[in-house]
């Protein structure tokens, strides 16, 4: 051959894990607990460190109080620590400003920083795996933990998107692709030929990163966190698991033309939207599978291939929240109200009845 081909270097390895804000931390405990089937394996200055069960570390989300909902960071293990060092170095050599964490549960020194829309991001490579006490370990010698018997339960985190204002998304997407080695794995144009969102990743996923343009024009805001079933039929659980409990579904379960998974949104309660994948759709093998670009005209089709349209909301509501100008797509801004809460109470009494009966 006689071109040259300049090689990706493969210094970040995969998504670890998430940190979200939430206004109403003992509800949102419950909804990850109770539906979504997670487990709590620690608590430390009010935040509470959460696993799937089949996340190989110690945790994949920490949910900490704060006076409104957001993310407060994203972290990434890198695939080594001369890795982590090498892109700390990149990074300050461009001008990034960060800082080092020598203190955090569950994993060794990090170095925390800002992508260029202003979403804090952290990379580590020292980190703890999980192990399973007795109770909880699964006869699976390849799985992490025992399949819990509570909610419709995940099995690993996934991916996060990143609300980012319109004119930051090209250039926030190459930052990732120049800085931190990922691949632009799909894209939407808009009219003019610039990415309005981005999908990317540094693994066979076709993303553990998306970023998309911001409908109220805000930057550095949290649009989803998602989670992986893969059992599509777990969404049509969900569902109606949600509508027993009040856990407002936004939209789905439907397909994706962009990944082609099988998906649902739903608000957590504290504001927080959050994805579940039934089948995170195809795996990128080829080593320099070129961008799969979706023209403006395809938008529609690049984010619904089927399941019916996506509310307005989906496009405007992200944390922490802006104050809409149309009143109606407001539904979200306060912490949501559900049933979980009642169900566990009124199961509670019906046992201490049943205890003091006997």
């Known amino acids: 051959m006689t071109e040259t081909y300049v090689e990706k270097f493969r210094d970040v390895h995969q998504l670890a894990h998430a940190e979200l804000y939430t206004p109403v931390i003992d509800k949102s405990v419950e909804f990850f607990t109770e539906i979504l089937g997670m487990t709590v394996v620690h608590e430390e200055n009010g935040s509470v460190y959460l696993r799937a069960y089949e996340d190989t570390y110690k945790y994949s989300l920490i949910l900490t109080p704060h006076h409104e909902a957001g993310m407060k960071h994203t972290a990434f293990r890198t695939y080594s620590p001369q890795a982590l060092e090498r892109r700390v170095e990149a990074l300050e050599a461009a001008g990034v400003k960060g800082e080092w964490i020598e203190e955090s549960y569950g994993h060794g020194r990090a170095y925390q920083f800002d992508d260029l829309d202003g979403h804090r991001l952290e990379l580590f490579w020292e980190v703890e795996r999980y192990e399973a006490p007795e109770h909880l370990s699964s006869q699976l010698r390849n799985r992490a933990q025992r399949r819990p018997l509570r909610g419709v339960p995940v099995r690993r985190i996934d991916h996060v998107n990143f609300l980012t204002n319109e004119a930051n998304v090209p250039k926030n997407a190459q930052f990732y692709v120049d800085k931190l080695g990922f691949n632009i794995r799909e894209g939407v144009k808009k009219p003019d030929g610039d990415f309005f969102a981005t999908w990317l990743s540094v693994s066979p996923l076709v993303h553990e990163v998306a970023l998309m343009g911001d409908a109220l024009n805000g930057s550095g805001r949290f649009h989803h966190l998602a989670f992986w079933y893969g059992m599509p039929q777990h969404l049509d659980d969900l569902s109606d698991v949600c509508k027993e409990y009040g856990i407002p579904i936004e939209a789905g379960p439907l397909k994706h033309g962009v990944s082609q998974a099988l998906c649902m949104y739903v608000i957590e309660p504290g504001g927080n939207r959050i994805e579940l994948f039934g089948d995170s759709g195809y795996l990128i093998l080829d080593p320099d599978k070129p961008t799969v670009e979706w023209p403006a005209e395809d938008t529609e089709l690049a984010i619904i ?26 539904v979200y801004f306060e912490p949501v109200s559900n049933k979980i809460s009642q169900a566990k109470d009124a199961e509670q009494k019906e046992m201490v009845e049943r205890m003091t009966q006997s």
């Open 305 to 330: 291939w089927y399941g019916g349209r996506l509310p307005e909301t989906y496009f405007r509501h992200g944390t922490p929240a802006i104050k809409d100008e149309t009143d109606d797509l407001n």
